[in-house]
T-cell receptor, first 115, second 114 residues
């Protein structure tokens, strides 16, 4: 069955530190990949997405992610975090079956930034 | 503005009662989804529907039921058979082709069952 793993449950960083959040999925076929963010008290928002083409995708607010097919990974990165990046981050995978598709989310990573 | 409306924001029920959560979208999306969000477990898929009058079970469908009689609406009923119904429920919609329009989320309904 399709699954998504986010191994970092809670990450604490200081402002200006670099960020990398891990995401691995288990599905051998074609996938669409997403990172969503949930800021405190707000609804989930799309941060970035990968469908095809260049495996390095750039999203909003300076975030980027790299799709490495051989590692089934889609890690999220940001070179220098800000206090406003404090949020919960979710990786999601949409496996493309023949007749239907569903989106599976990881368990999330809570990011806390120390000012 | 287009979006997804979930109502109510907070819902309280007694154990043993069924309760229906509303989800309406005006984004003209074919696909709609229900997720449950619990601390440390992320979002787990309850049910999803790719088209009107059709829906599929997600990973944790037991104790839940849905209907999709209209494109805009995808209500979720939490039945008394659901063993642990207290949670935050999120509705989402998308185009059937994610490359056209990925998931859009509503603001959620927090259900408390006592």
């Amino acid at each position: 069955a399709q699954s998504v793993s986010q191994h970092n449950h809670h990450v604490i960083l200081s402002e200006a530190a670099s960020l990398e959040l891990g995401c691995n999925y288990s599905y051998g076929g074609t996938v669409n990949l997403f990172w969503y963010v949930q800021y405190p008290g707000q609804h989930l928002q799309l941060l970035l997405k990968y469908f095809s083409g260049d495996p390095l995708v750039k999203g909003i607010k300076g975030f980027e992610a790299e799709f490495i097919k051989s590692k089934f990974s889609f890690n999220l990165r940001k070179p220098s975090v800000q206090w406003s990046d404090t949020a919960e981050y979710f990786c999601a995978v949409n496996a493309l079956y023949s007749s239907a598709s569903k989106i599976i989310f990881g368990s999330g990573t809570r990011l806390s930034i120390r000012p | 503005d287009g979006g997804i409306t979930q109502s109510p924001k907070y819902l309280f029920r007694k154990e043993g009662q069924n309760v229906t959560l509303s989800c309406e979208q005006n984004l003209n999306h074919d696909a709609m989804y229900w997720y449950r969000q619990d601390p440390g477990q992320g979002l787990r898929l309850i049910y999803y529907s790719q088209i009107v009058n059709d829906f599929q079970k997600g990973d944790i469908a037991e104790g839940y039921s849905v209907s999709r009689e209209k494109k805009e609406s995808f209500p979720l009923t939490v039945t008394s058979a659901q063993k642990n119904p207290t949670a935050f429920y999120l509705c989402a919609s998308s185009d059937r082709d994610m490359t056209i329009s990925p998931l859009h989320f509503g603001n959620g309904t927090r259900l408390t069952v006592t």
